[in-house]
């Protein structure tokens, strides 16, 4: 558990003002009720906040901002509370939690423009399903998906499985409706493609982590939906192989690779043991596993047959040992779900400590081999969770505790941990943090390795979007 600040609670008065804007059942302050807003999934942070709001429309959103401006109280958006970095958690009993899943309207789907305007609450799989229902395809795709929610994307800039084709959560966004600190509304719901009238405020607003805005809705681009989807599990011999794999990939399937997950058999073994349903897709074991999935705009069997010859190239050069095509959509589902449930499955082997890098593509196996090298000179008995987008350079490098060590003396070497891996990626060119974004946890890492200007900068624009920074103050950049 990582330290918090310590501010004055709120008077009974002012949670009586917030109240009235919401309605005193949306005005949550019994603390079996204030529980689940207050735990974030990996234990690091408890929330400490004593009130939370859910207002129902913009408005109420916009009336809680003016009095916090008023008052000077601090807001903490929170969409379905599984970030990762402690961004949505109140630091002290004085700061009010701000949840926004009662903003949930799909608002409007253009299928002609083929946009979706859907307000910051609808949960992430809905969001994919509405897309569906209108005969299209959202690919924003997280493990998290069932209860992460369209603001908590945008405000996280989230990544997931399907960033190799179609990028991150700002790269799928046209535009957005926000709240300022002021509780000026900013009505930015626009659906051009091309729009090019000055700074992009939408694009400040995506991956801010709430410290300049509350997003409330957001219009959303879509995709045609694939008409044949190919998905394989593949074993090899090393993550070297699997950059082969992916270069044959590439070159065979091109915008038709829509995934191109790396895991290794540890991974595997956790999930087995702790996923009701999985299985291992393959008949022996192998060091490291690749999922690899390829939609064609044209048939099924167009994209069975690019998959085919990728795997009967790669097979032919040696870089594959093993590969198990899904025969029907429900083995091509079992297949994803050993991928989605790693995350989950490392909790119940206890400590871990986690890492969410990114590197250039072709260093990942260079990465790898180096950051194990000083993680076990250092731990020797570790077991390292090393998996994730290698198609995008982002590695999620975990590191779970020895069998039988003592959970808080391992997970009180995270900094020290944290500082070996990321010399390491530092040394690569490469980032610290590729898609969970920074809030608490990595906030002081990021002032210290950020260029001295580019925290100028972000200081100087938080400060200009939140005067008295009652906006998620202490997460992402310290005003
Ligand atoms: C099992 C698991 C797998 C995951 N996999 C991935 C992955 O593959 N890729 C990835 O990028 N992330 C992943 N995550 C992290 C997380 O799910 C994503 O970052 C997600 O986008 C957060 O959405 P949320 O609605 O839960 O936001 P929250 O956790 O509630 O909030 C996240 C941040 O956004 C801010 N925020 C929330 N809503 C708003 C809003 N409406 N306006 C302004 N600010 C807001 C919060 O203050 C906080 O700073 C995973 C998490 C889990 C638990």
């Not at 091509?332 to 969410?356: N, V, Y």
């Amino acid at each position: 558990m990582i330290e918090t600040s310590n501010t004055p609670q709120l008077s009974p008065e002012l949670v009586e003002r917030f109240a009235a804007i919401v309605g005193p059942r949306n005005a949550i302050t019994d603390t079996d009720l204030l529980a689940p807003f207050m735990e974030e999934p990996r234990s690091l942070f408890r929330g400490e906040g004593r009130l939370v709001l859910r207002p129902g429309s913009v408005e109420e959103v916009s009336a809680i901002l003016r009095l916090a401006s008023e008052t000077r109280t601090p807001i903490v958006p929170q969409g379905g509370n599984t970030g990762l970095v402690g961004g949505q958690s109140a630091r002290s009993p004085g700061e009010v939690v701000l949840a926004l899943s009662r903003l949930d309207k799909v608002r409007e789907v253009d299928p002609v423009g083929r946009t979706m305007t859907l307000e910051a609450g609808v949960v992430l799989e809905t969001a994919q399903q509405v897309a569906d229902d209108a005969g299209l395809f959202f690919p924003l795709s997280l493990g998290s998906q069932g209860s992460c929610q369209i603001g908590g994307n945008l405000a996280s800039n989230a990544g997931g499985t399907g960033v190799l084709a179609y990028g991150n959560a700002r790269e799928l966004c046209l535009g957005v409706e926000a709240v300022l600190a002021s509780g000026e509304i900013f009505h930015g719901l626009r659906r051009l493609k091309k729009d090019n009238r000055g700074y992009d405020l939408r694009n400040l607003l995506v991956g801010s982590e709430g410290t300049l805005g509350v997003i409330t809705a957001a219009v959303l681009k879509l995709f045609p939906k694939p008409a044949g989807r190919e998905v394989a599990y593949v074993g090899l011999g090393s993550p070297r192989d699997a950059l082969a794999l992916l270069k044959t990939a590439e070159g065979r399937a091109g915008g038709a690779l829509t995934a191109f997950e790396l895991m290794p058999r540890i991974g595997m073994e956790f999930t087995l043991r702790h996923t009701q349903g999985a299985r291992d897709p393959l008949a022996s074991a192998y060091p490291w596993y690749v999922l690899i999935e390829i939609s064609s705009n044209r048939s099924g069997e167009d994209a069975r047959e690019t998959l085919e010859a990728i795997l009967g190239e790669a097979l032919e050069a040696g870089t594959v040992q093993d590969a198990a095509l899904a025969q029907s959509l429900e083995a091509a589902a079992t297949f994803w779900k050993m991928r989605e449930e790693m995350s989950w499955a490392q909790k119940p082997e206890g400590g871990s400590i986690k890492h969410d890098v990114a590197v250039p593509v072709a260093r990942v196996p260079d990465f790898l081999e180096a950051a194990d090298r000083a993680v076990l000179a250092a731990i020797p008995e570790a077991r390292i969770v090393a998996f994730g987008h290698l198609g995008d350079g982002n590695i999620h490098y975990n590191i779970s505790q020895p069998v039988g060590a003592d959970t808080a003396a391992f997970l009180g070497r995270w900094k020290e941990i944290n500082r070996i891996v990321h010399a390491i990626v530092a040394d690569m060119d490469g980032t610290f943090s590729a898609e969970h974004g920074i809030g608490q946890l990595k906030r002081d890492e990021l002032a210290v390795t950020k260029q001295g200007i580019e925290i100028e900068l972000m200081r100087r624009l938080k400060r200009a979007f939140d005067p008295y920074d009652i906006l998620n103050p202490g997460k992402l950049v310290q005003v």
